[in-house]
């Protein structure tokens, strides 16, 4: 079981106007079922639409196997004048065995500005498992 992780790795790679900020990012869950990120985010200004963004990372060497925003996935967020809280849950992450980081970043409903961006700064270890990577599959002897 992965225990939840809150601003686990100081975000010193950040960048951003700060109209809404990320002020708190957990990794919730287990490798072995959901995987999931609590993202809070915090307006200075009130903003219509905005894009919440999340990429995987794998550490060894850098290659992004994860890529996914709320406007690919079709979520919307509305006004967002308050405090707002949203979880991103996955089933599983077919990835093989090692380190990964999550970037997570809030932009402009148009992609013309970045709110506040956090590059690598969520940690996430898939432990190694018997039976593999990849989707759920079956064999057959004939």
């Given at each position: 079981m992965l225990p939840e992780t809150?601003?686990?790795v100081a975000v010193e790679s950040r960048f951003g106007t700060l109209e809404v900020e990320i002020t708190n990012v957990a990794v919730l869950g287990s490798p072995d079922s959901a995987v999931g990120l609590r993202i809070e985010l915090l307006p200075h200004a009130p903003v219509e639409e905005p894009i919440v963004g999340v990429s995987l990372h794998r550490v060894v060497d850098g290659t992004k196997v994860l890529d996914v925003s709320t406007l690919g996935d079709r979520t919307t967020l509305g006004r967002v004048g308050v405090p707002t809280t949203l979880e991103l849950w996955f089933d599983r992450l077919d990835v093989e065995a090692g380190n990964y980081r999550?970037?997570?970043?809030?932009?402009?409903?148009?992609?013309?500005?970045?709110?506040?961006?956090?590059?690598?700064?969520?940690?996430?270890?898939?432990?190694?498992?018997?039976?593999?990577?990849?989707?759920?599959?079956?064999?057959?002897?004939?």
């Open positions: 809150a601003g686990a999550f970037d997570v970043g809030v932009y402009e409903r148009g992609w013309a500005a970045v709110y506040d961006y956090h590059w690598q700064a969520y940690p996430l270890e898939i432990p190694p498992q018997s039976s593999g990577f990849g989707p759920p599959r079956r064999w057959r002897v004939l």
